[in-house]
């Protein structure tokens, strides 16, 4: 029996290199610290991490960081491990130069000159970058400018195109009616062929709109106006015409007459048809919190000790009780499409829009002037059902007036039935 094979894996490198105070280190610390930390980015991070990293040094570069947009648009494979590493550790208080590390390199046997300063090194990559990312801003510009240069055809223009495909069996009808190939237009049938192309109400006016004229000027010859009274112009335009179509007689010009008005007839049809057709837009239905929110009325009156019940009640209520503060008027609207069941039927109840009451019975609502409101408000608010508050307000003696069904912030919404 063959052995299973043992995956061997790199274990992960937690050592995150930290170049704090490395300006005071000797030089072989610096050295040993230095290859530790390319060490570790190469192989625990990956392109994306290098790319913020040259881009955070970036703007902080008084060089580079007017270019910040341009490299931004170079691949992520374009910023190598070392780069992005010496940018994380300048970022990180690494020295350009470190004096001490350069004296240990140049005592090494076998090294020849002076290390460079680490802004060389990444000048020189970011100078490629650049480069990059420069041709990468270019080309998405001429993608852009021939997008722009691309015609994308409107939809008024794929109805017309649509047209003229359309009309093509039409036009060869009267062009074969003209040469004498046919004598007649029984075998069309206009309303037929429209609906075979799938003729829809936009195309169908384009369609009526375009024989229009020419049926106003075959219906001229068929049945030709006064001349008295006409204009040099208009009689020009009269001979002109006559001219154009003196090579018919009466009876041709007749059936090219009636086949114009087939064709309008059959797109009148089709519009027609589409009008009847058309799904009636969908009105969301708003809730009675929405209906009233924006309703002003008196919430509370410290005056008379009463309160409104909440707004949204009034909708779809069989009576309304309201006060108004300021004339001390108290007053009832019953609705004109009462729903005794209770069960909310659509378009029963009272409803409102904007300040006005909508549905409210004008004979029925009426209200009285209150002689002794404090007392009497009072007595109103111990009456909890219809009939009890009918009961007492049949009692006043005061002259009762039409209500207008307006809502203003005077009026209290005492109670709902």
């Not at 240069?149 to 062009?175: G, K, N, W």
């Not at 106006?225 to 001219?243: C, H």
Request: with cysteine.
């Amino acid at each position: 029996m063959a052995k299973k094979k043992v995956i061997t894996r790199r274990p992960k490198n937690t050592n995150i290199p930290n170049f704090e105070g490395s300006a005071d280190w000797d030089g072989e610390q610096f050295s040993r610290a230095k290859d530790a930390a390319f060490q570790y980015y190469r192989l625990e991070k990956k392109s994306a991490d290098f790319k913020k990293y040259t881009l955070d040094y970036c703007k902080t570069s008084d060089k580079w960081k007017e270019h910040i947009t341009t490299l931004t648009k170079a691949p992520d494979n374009q910023f190598n491990s070392t780069l992005g590493a010496i940018c994380k550790l300048t970022l990180q208080g690494m020295p350009d130069v470190h004096p001490k590390y350069n004296e240990w390199w140049e005592s090494l046997p076998g090294t020849l000159g002076t290390p460079k300063p680490h802004h060389t090194y990444i000048n020189k990559w970011l100078e490629q970058i650049l480069s990059i990312g420069e041709k990468v801003v270019e080309e998405k510009k001429e993608e852009e400018v021939k997008k722009k240069d691309v015609y994308v055809p409107s939809i008024q223009d794929r109805i017309r195109e649509a047209t003229i495909h359309m009309v093509q069996d039409f036009e060869q009808a009267l062009d074969d009616f003209c040469e004498g190939k046919i004598n007649d237009f029984k075998a069309f049938k206009p309303l037929t062929k429209l609906r075979q192309l799938q003729c829809k109400q936009p195309h169908a006016r384009l369609i009526a709109g375009f024989y229009e004229q020419q049926l106003a000027e075959y219906k001229e010859l068929i049945d030709p106006p006064s001349t008295n009274g006409m204009t040099e112009k208009e009689l020009d335009y009269a001979k002109q015409l006559k001219d154009g179509y003196s090579h018919y007689t009466k009876p041709q010009i007749k059936k090219l007459y009636d086949f114009l008005v087939g064709i309008i007839s059959a797109c009148d049809a089709i519009i027609a048809e589409s009008k009847a057709n058309r799904k009636p837009r969908k009105i969301s239905k708003k809730s009675p919190e929405q209906i009233t929110a924006k309703l002003k009325y008196k919430v509370a009156d410290e005056k008379y000790n009463v309160s409104s019940v909440p707004a949204h009640k009034i909708v779809g209520a069989n009576c309304l009780v309201v006060f108004n503060s300021k004339n001390r008027k108290l007053g009832i609207y019953y609705t004109s499409m009462e729903d005794p069941t209770g069960t909310g039927r659509e378009g029963s109840g009272l409803n409102l829009k904007g300040q006005t009451l909508q549905r409210y019975d004008e004979k029925r609502s009426v209200w009285y002037t209150l002689r002794k409101p404090m007392d009497q408000l009072q007595e109103v608010k111990t009456l909890n059902t219809r009939k009890k508050f009918e009961n007492w307000i049949e009692k006043l003696t005061t002259t009762p007036t039409k209500m207008n069904g307006r809502l203003n912030p005077e009026t209290v919404l005492i109670g709902v039935y």
